[in-house]
């Protein structure tokens, strides 16, 4: 079985319920993975999805904030959910599907402004959060499995628009790679999208605050599609659809795409 899956920060279903419709309708994912929902899941217009096909939901939601949903052509069952460094947000959610595929969706906290945990609290989150991942991937050994998300850090130098000008703002800084390295160690996951794109500059976010984002051209690659290493070599195809940012009222972020022959 061959299925299409995607992942992106929607930055509020509700606000975007349209554009959501249109990727779903232009696109057609099998798996659609959405972050930064910003909706109780009684809020989220699931109904509009369901009469585009996608009748198969798992989710966490927070109003105002955070949340994670999937939705599914296929069928699938809900596989948990964590609280990682406790922060009581719905960052994650899983599901898994009939051929014994876990998703794994996540939205990593962002960091704050200021990459210093001793004066910024947002940032010791980020690290304690990206911590508890990697012990608990220790702990359980993932098989089987995709992670998808806006994981809030770009880690490689073709990652961003400057290596250099960007160690010290956070998504990029050293202590952030390296936490996100342990994680990815944890889990034996390999990164689909740079399996498939291992050259060049690549990016699913630029900035609202650019005037002309398309221009400037000053993004990162925060949105990340990863697989254990038993069944990374099914993945192809992957894709980041940069055209989305210019949508009209557009998330910051663009969706990236990947297919899986399971």
Not at 3 to 13: D, H, P, R, V
Not at 81 to 86: P, Q, R, T, V
Not at 152 to 167: F, G, M, Q, S, Y
Request: charge should be negative; include cysteine.
């Amino acid at each position: 079985m061959t299925f299409s899956l995607a992942t992106w920060n929607i930055n509020s279903i509700r606000l975007r319920e349209a554009l959501v419709s249109r990727l779903l309708a232009e696109e057609t994912p099998d798996v659609l993975c959405l972050q930064e929902c910003k909706s109780p899941v009684d809020k989220m217009p699931l109904e509009t999805f369901a009469a585009l096909g996608y009748r198969h939901v798992v989710a966490r939601g927070q109003k105002g904030y955070n949340g994670v949903a999937i939705l599914s052509k296929l069928p699938m069952v809900e596989a948990g959910a964590e609280d990682f460094a406790s922060l009581g947000h719905a960052r994650h959610v899983a599901g898994r599907l009939e051929n014994g595929i876990t998703i794994h969706n996540f939205y990593i906290p962002a960091g704050g402004d200021v990459a210093d945990r001793a004066v910024n609290e947002k940032f010791g989150q980020k690290l304690d959060y990206l911590t508890q991942m990697r012990d608990w991937l220790h702990q359980h050994r993932p098989g089987k499995s995709i992670l998808v998300g806006d994981l809030n850090i770009a880690p490689r130098e073709d990652d961003v628009w400057d290596h250099k000008k960007l160690l010290k703002v956070v998504s990029h800084t050293p202590v952030e790679v390296e936490h996100l390295a342990e994680v990815q160690d944890a889990g034996n996951w390999v990164d689909i999208t740079r399996q498939d794109l291992p050259e060049g500059r690549l990016y699913s976010w630029w900035s609202y605050r650019a005037a002309d984002w398309d221009g400037a051209d000053k993004g990162r690659r925060l949105d990340h599609v990863w697989a254990t290493r038993d069944i990374a070599q099914a993945g192809h195809s992957s894709r980041i659809l940069r055209s989305v940012r210019g949508w009209d009222q557009p998330s910051d972020h663009a969706p990236v795409f990947a297919s899986f022959d399971l």
